[in-house]
């Protein structure tokens, strides 16, 4: 596979993004995700979260920075409008300024990506990667020359459904597939993708914190192989219900998923029924 020999290239139109500006931008935001900000430099990304003071997710999202003051969070767009009037009620005196922004995101993922365009570093799926980010009108344009690059080395355009093979693969939980607003960060699978605990304070840490010391997971998402799967699923033992099956992606002759299973069987190599048969854990997912 492309994704995960060489390179694979696609344009990322389920996202959006959120302009941040002023003196105090990069503080401020830092204050506002789960991920380590403070240290970022002109050119740098960081993959982090939004949550609430309940420590739940409102969105997942890469934080690019430009430079001058101006940072761009990459967001799914159907989570971008909820979350921007979020952290405008987090404004108090600072120097900040928010701006939803119309953008293209055609992101390179592989082992060959790398320094194959002016892009930001944006690892999606653990192999190294880089996204590229223009305005609307240059998508096919910047498509076209990330694409040739590619091929190139090796690689080339990615269709949707390579992509969520890769990704399923890989682990990596979609936002509106496998977590959302119900969700904390190690409940989806998100703690080491995207949490630092050697930060500063940020909105819901507490809850997070406290979670990841003290508290026990009543679930957790986990990546699932089968002769078959299908979404929606339901994941049991003993006849009783344990879980549920979130994605699900034809492998070379079986099928890989991802799921939420309950604690007591939340670990690799379970076994577990679905009625579209025989399930086996295979471990975390986001590992």
Known sequence: MRLEETV?????????????????????LNGQVT????????GDAAYGLAVDVHGKILADLWVLDRGQDELVAIVPMTARDALLTHLDKYIVMEDVDLEPMEVAVITAQGPAAPGL?????????????L???VAPDRRDAALAELVAAAEARGGGAVTEAEWERARVRAGRPRYGVDFDGSHRPQEAGLRDLAVSFQKGCYLGQEVVCMLDTRGKLRRRLMRLRGAALAVGDALQAEGKDVGEVTSAVPDDGSWVGLGYVKRAHAEAGQILGSPSGEV???GPAGA
Do not use: H, N, Y
């Open 8 to 28: 694979g290239v696609r344009a990322m139109d389920t996202l959006s993004a959120i302009r941040v500006t002023g003196a105090e931008s990069k503080s401020w």
């Open 131 to 133: 996204d590229v980010v």
């Open 35 to 42: 991920q380590q900000l403070a240290l970022m430099k002109e």
């Open 117 to 129: 365009a002016d892009g930001f570093p944006c690892d999606r799926l653990g192999r190294g990667g």
């Open 280 to 282: 086996r854990v295979e």
